[in-house]
């Protein structure tokens, strides 16, 4: 029965008929507060939400006011780890909520993250490890964000360490997984090469261009990716919803760079 209750959420977050995924994650206020675009999380949702993305994430507490009563449905993904830019291991990610818990708050499917390298890596591979077997028992997806972080980092987006950190979140057990993109379809190969699970980019840091932001969407699809999970780059830019759907037309519809443009004009 798990097995079944796996695969219809996941429909929930992933399109059944291209198998790839345009997440928003709304995360970021337990982080870095209440920035820019997620200060009114019924706009911020209903924004993408109607733009066509398929799921957001967010933590436990903004369910209620993010989750509309009205309006294009969305995927709900209950984020379950955090920690704060104001702590002096803003990188430790701790559990916050449970698998259960997020399955009582009406989760379509559960999240965590993970930063490998990190001097508390030890500490969070096994909070993976007990959250990949309570998704399991429950029959709930989990996507699993994992990024290399730590001393003998020296450059997180290298491919090397990015093939890795998709390769745990893989091995651990995630349906998805979330890394940086590496800069080339040719270097992001590897990464889509060695992960069996859907891997999902992450949108990284506030980007000055739309065209760099949809070139590197494009490029990781190129590359065998399945999608994306980008926040600041959607809910902070000027149009939201134009901005959905510029993404989801290159990820569900294999637009090019120039046509997904178009969209946003």
Same mark, same amino acid.
């Given at each position: 029965?798990?097995?079944?209750?796996k695969?219809?959420r996941? @429909?929930r977050i992933?399109?059944?008929?291209?198998?790839?995924?345009v997440?928003?994650?709304m %995360?970021?206020?337990?982080?870095?507060g209440?920035?820019?675009?997620?200060? %009114?999380?019924?706009? *911020?949702?209903?924004?993408?939400?109607?733009?066509?993305?398929?799921a957001?994430? @967010?933590?436990?507490g903004?369910v209620?006011?993010?989750?509309?009563?009205?309006?294009?449905?969305?995927?709900?993904?209950?984020?379950?780890?955090?920690s704060?830019?104001?702590?002096?291991?803003?990188? !430790?990610k701790?559990?916050?909520?449970?698998? @259960? @818990? !997020?399955l009582k708050?009406g989760? %379509? #499917?559960?999240?965590?993250?993970i930063?490998?390298?990190?001097?508390?890596?030890?500490?969070?591979?096994?909070?993976?490890?007990?959250?990949?077997?309570?998704a399991?028992?429950?029959g709930?997806?989990?996507? *699993?964000?994992v990024?290399?972080?730590g001393? $003998?980092? $020296?450059?997180e987006? =290298?491919?090397?360490?990015? $093939?890795h *950190?998709?390769?745990?979140?893989?091995e651990?057990? #995630?349906?998805?997984?979330k890394?940086?993109?590496?800069?080339?379809?040719?270097?992001?190969?590897?990464?889509?090469?060695?992960?069996?699970?859907?891997?999902?980019?992450?949108?990284?840091?506030?980007?000055?261009?739309d065209?760099?932001i949809?070139?590197?969407?494009k490029?990781?699809i190129?590359?065998?990716?399945?999608?994306?999970?980008i926040?600041?780059n959607?809910?902070?830019?000027k149009?939201?919803?134009?901005?959905?759907q *510029?993404?989801?037309?290159?990820?569900?519809? =294999?637009?090019?760079?120039?046509?997904?443009?178009n969209l946003?004009?």
């Amino acid at each position: 029965m798990t097995i079944i209750g796996k695969q219809i959420r996941i @429909e929930r977050i992933i399109n059944r008929n291209t198998g790839r995924t345009v997440i928003v994650p709304m %995360d970021h206020g337990i982080s870095v507060g209440p920035i820019e675009g997620v200060i %009114d999380m019924k706009q *911020a949702v209903n924004n993408v939400a109607e733009g066509g993305a398929n799921a957001i994430v @967010e933590h436990k507490g903004l369910v209620g006011s993010g989750h509309r009563r009205q309006g294009r449905d969305i995927g709900l993904i209950v984020h379950l780890s955090g920690s704060t830019n104001l702590s002096p291991y803003p990188h !430790a990610k701790t559990l916050v909520c449970s698998v @259960e @818990e !997020a399955l009582k708050l009406g989760a %379509d #499917a559960v999240s965590i993250h993970i930063n490998i390298g990190d001097g508390d890596e030890k500490m969070m591979l096994n909070d993976f490890g007990k959250v990949s077997y309570d998704a399991r028992t429950w029959g709930i997806p989990l996507l *699993a964000m994992v990024y290399p972080r730590g001393e $003998k980092i $020296k450059d997180e987006y =290298d491919v090397r360490f990015v $093939k890795h *950190a998709a390769r745990v979140g893989y091995e651990m057990g #995630a349906d998805i997984v979330k890394v940086s993109y590496t800069g080339s379809v040719e270097s992001f190969k590897e990464v889509t090469s060695g992960c069996p699970a859907p891997v999902v980019i992450a949108g990284g840091a506030k980007m000055n261009s739309d065209r760099d932001i949809l070139e590197m969407v494009k490029g990781s699809i190129e590359a065998g990716g399945s999608g994306v999970s980008i926040g600041r780059n959607v809910f902070q830019h000027k149009n939201p919803t134009k901005m959905v759907q *510029a993404i989801s037309a290159i990820v569900h519809d =294999d637009v090019d760079v120039e046509g997904a443009l178009n969209l946003l004009q």
